[in-house]
């Protein structure tokens, strides 16, 4: 749904710029654990290597674009327009790189940020290795990624995470 809504904006002679937040508290938790379970029992010497990328590359391919951002999450960094991040309250793990994506990240005053791989044993995947030291410095890339520590919008701003920091309802609003 995220994707199709990014197409569809970005297509649109009518938007400028896109806005992405979060619905209810949160702007993204996360990616759904209970998928990691299914992975974990998959025989992955019988999967169809075709029929996975098909699932994993959107329908719909872009034109002009290396094959390297037509991937479902990694689209985001070849769209044509600015992306300004409303960071309204927990960004954790695919919902932190999502954030990451944004060329422009305001956070409200009730955002945490956190990679949560190493807790779960994961790589850090989906560009966080790569954007994050060079958005925030490697020293403060290397303590969230190792650490999965959950950090508040006061301290994403000293590091650099985001612009900004608002009152959570003067965010609700602009956003």
């Known amino acids: 749904e995220l994707l199709d809504a990014m197409k569809t904006a970005e ?3 009518l938007v400028r710029v896109i806005v992405l937040t979060g619905a209810g508290r949160a702007f993204c938790a996360g990616a759904d654990l209970s998928n990691l379970a299914a992975v974990s029992t998959i025989d992955w ?3 169809n ?3 996975l990328e098909d699932q994993i590359l959107p329908p719909r391919p ?3 674009t290396c094959d390297d951002y037509q991937r479902t999450y990694s689209y985001f960094p070849a769209v044509g327009k600015p992306i300004i991040g409303a ?3 927990p960004s954790i ?3 932190m790189i999502i954030s990451l994506y944004c ?3 305001i956070a409200s005053d009730e955002a945490r940020f956190g990679t949560a791989f190493a807790q779960r044993g994961l790589i850090a995947e989906y560009g966080i290795s790569w954007l994050l030291p060079r958005l925030i410095g490697l ?3 290397l303590d969230l990624l190792y650490s999965a520590r959950v950090i508040d919008a006061q301290e994403a701003l000293r590091m650099g995470l985001v612009s900004r920091v608002v009152p959570a309802a003067e965010l609700a609003s602009e956003s």
Request: hydrophobic share 25%; aromatic share 0%.
């Open 45 to 47: 010497s019988t999967v």
């Open 103 to 105: 060329d422009i990240r």
């Open 11 to 13: 297509a649109s002679d």
């Open 139 to 141: 020293s403060n890339a």
């Open 62 to 64: 872009r034109e002009n």
């Open 87 to 89: 960071i309204n309250g």
């Open 49 to 51: 290597r075709q029929e």
């Open 93 to 95: 793990g695919l919902g």
